[in-house]
């Protein structure tokens, strides 16, 4: 497969999602395809939107910023910076990777998501005490580390 090909309808696929542009994002996929993230494995178009929607729910003002980017075959992988906005106006900056996996079509029949979802627990920490249990769960499992 072409390498530089794959790099640029990736490119174009971060800048759909950057729009959220739900229905661009869905036309780089096929209407089989899998996604994966939080140990969760949606199937089709309609598991993909859900994972979007569930995203634009939390965040807005995406940017993503490629930090390491490897392709080989049909697979792409990508470790990226996400700077965003939570709708209660908080910054949230979060490294992420993706597996993306093409067919001969160059649509994407694979999508693997990976980031750390306790950094991303804060968006939906409604109280205060949610918070501080966070932050006592973040801290635990730490612990060891520092």
Not at 16 to 26: C, F, G, S
Not at 40 to 60: F, Q
Not at 68 to 79: A, Q, R
Not at 95 to 108: G, H, K, M, S
Request: with cysteine; aromatic share 8%.
């Amino acid at each position: 497969m072409d390498a530089s090909r794959i790099r640029v309808l990736a490119k174009a696929l971060d800048d759909a999602i950057e729009n959220e542009d739900i229905e661009k994002v869905l036309s780089f996929f096929t209407e089989d395809c899998e996604t994966e993230l939080l140990g969760l494995r949606l199937e089709g178009g309609h598991g993909l939107k859900l994972a979007l929607g569930w995203i634009y729910k939390h965040v807005t003002n995406i940017t993503l910023s490629p930090i390491t980017i490897i392709i080989d075959g049909s697979v792409f992988f990508e470790e990226f910076l996400v700077r965003a906005k939570t709708h209660k106006g908080k910054r949230l900056e979060v490294n992420q990777a993706e597996v993306l996996i093409y067919n001969e079509d160059y649509l994407v029949t694979s999508l693997r998501l990976y980031f750390d979802r306790l950094l991303l627990a804060d968006t939906m920490a409604t109280n205060i005490v949610d918070r501080i249990l966070l932050n006592q769960v973040i801290k635990k499992s730490l612990k060891g580390l520092e």
